[in-house]
């Protein structure tokens, strides 16, 4: 079956820190991946995905490259602020598109937090 | 935020009683979806439903049921609540109209059986 492993946490950095958080993957075929954020207290916002090899998400400062070869999908910032602290979740969804209704398979998520 | 409601938001209840989560939507999105979300274990499916009264079991749906019977209201049923129910639960959509494969997700419910 699907299965996405990340690093383990906590991590903690400084502010303006460099950020890599791992992601790796097990899916047949061509999944698409995604990370997601969540913030104290609240629900998970989408932060990123992408949908095919060499394919590049990017949203407010983070960047994850879809890597078919080392079947990774790493979390990476250049400069993290103290509003980065959250906990993040790498997850996958089947290759095989099924109108609207694939199933979201998460990793364990890796909780962050920057000091200023 | 996709118009995702959940009630109640906290709830404390005691073993052996039925518990019911409510998750409101107010796009008539399509699919709807219940996780819980454990440190260690990230978030796993209970239940989704892909259509008014059409529904089907996630990876870790023993102990729980669920009801769509209209698009809007995705009801969780715990019918006799244990401590190993204590958890977080998210609702989540997705839809065809948005994207295919991105869902999301409600603010959650935290939910505490003693």
């Known amino acids: 079956g699907n299965s996405v492993t990340q690093m383990e946490g906590p991590v903690t950095l400084s502010e303006e820190a460099f950020l890599t958080i791992n992601c790796t993957y097990t899916a047949t075929g061509y999944p698409s991946l995604f990370w997601y954020v969540q913030y104290p207290g609240e629900g998970l916002q989408l932060l990123l995905k992408a949908t095919k090899a060499d394919d590049k998400g990017s949203n407010k400062g983070f960047e994850a490259t879809y890597r078919k070869e080392t079947t990774s999908f790493h979390l990476e910032k250049g400069s993290v602020q103290v509003s980065d602290s959250a906990v993040y979740f790498c997850a996958l969804s089947p290759a095989v598109a099924n109108f609207g209704n694939e199933k979201l398979t998460f990793g364990t998520g890796t909780r962050l937090t920057i000091i200023p | 935020d996709a118009g995702i409601t959940q009630s109640p938001r906290h709830k404390v209840t005691e073993t052996g009683t039925p518990v019911t989560l409510r998750c409101h939507q107010t796009?008539?999105?399509?699919?709807m979806y219940w996780y819980r979300q454990d440190p260690g274990h990230g978030l796993r499916l209970i239940h989704y439903s892909y259509g008014v009264k059409d529904t089907d079991k996630g990876e870790v749906s023993d102990g729980y049921s669920v009801s769509r019977s209209k698009t809007e209201d995705f009801l969780l049923t715990l019918e006799s609540a244990t401590s190993s129910q204590t958890s977080v639960y998210f609702c989540?959509?997705?839809?065809?109209?948005?994207?295919?494969?991105?869902?999301?997700f409600g603010p959650g419910t935290r939910l505490t059986v003693l």
């Open positions: 989540a959509i997705s839809d065809p109209r948005l994207a295919t494969d991105t869902q999301y």
């Open positions: 796009e008539n999105h399509r699919y």
